[in-house]
């Protein structure tokens, strides 16, 4: 089973950045498509982005295209999120997963571990 645990929320005001990153536990990551998924208040979970095994190819939500970007870096079983020019809507627990079949990307059903989350609030 892989453990995953996220790192780098906080509040910031809008037009900051913030990085999160996510530690997984075995070196099994590796052959895991990683993905990142965020949820509001009151709100359904929504996916942000996800990354392949070998870091090549990216997806994102269109909401946060051109101002997030998602990183990996095998060596150190690490998952990241980039998140520039934040917006007050970003505020949400980032969570991060693994999905193991590299199917269903965009749909929180798809993956099989989780993280417990990180808090990102952005104030206007």
């Known amino acids: 089973q892989v453990q995953l645990v996220e790192s780098g929320g906080g509040l910031v005001q809008a037009g900051d950045s913030l990085r999160l990153s996510c530690a997984a536990s075995?070196?099994?990551?590796?052959?895991?498509?990683m993905g990142w998924f965020r949820q509001a208040p009151e709100k359904e979970r929504e996916f942000v982005a996800a990354?392949?095994?070998?870091?090549?190819?990216?997806y994102y939500a269109d909401s946060v295209k051109g101002r997030f970007t998602i990183s990996r870096d095998n060596a150190k079983n690490m998952v990241y999120l980039q998140m520039n020019s934040l917006k007050p809507d970003d505020t949400a627990v980032y969570s991060c997963?693994?999905?193991?079949?590299?199917?269903?990307?965009?749909?929180?059903?798809?993956?099989?571990?989780w993280g417990q989350g990180t808090q990102v609030t952005v104030s206007s």
């Open positions: 997963a693994a999905n193991l079949e590299g199917h269903a990307i965009r749909i929180g059903s798809g993956y099989t571990y």
């Open positions: 990354i392949s095994w070998s870091g090549g190819i990216t």
């Open positions: 075995e070196r099994t990551f590796s052959r895991y498509l």
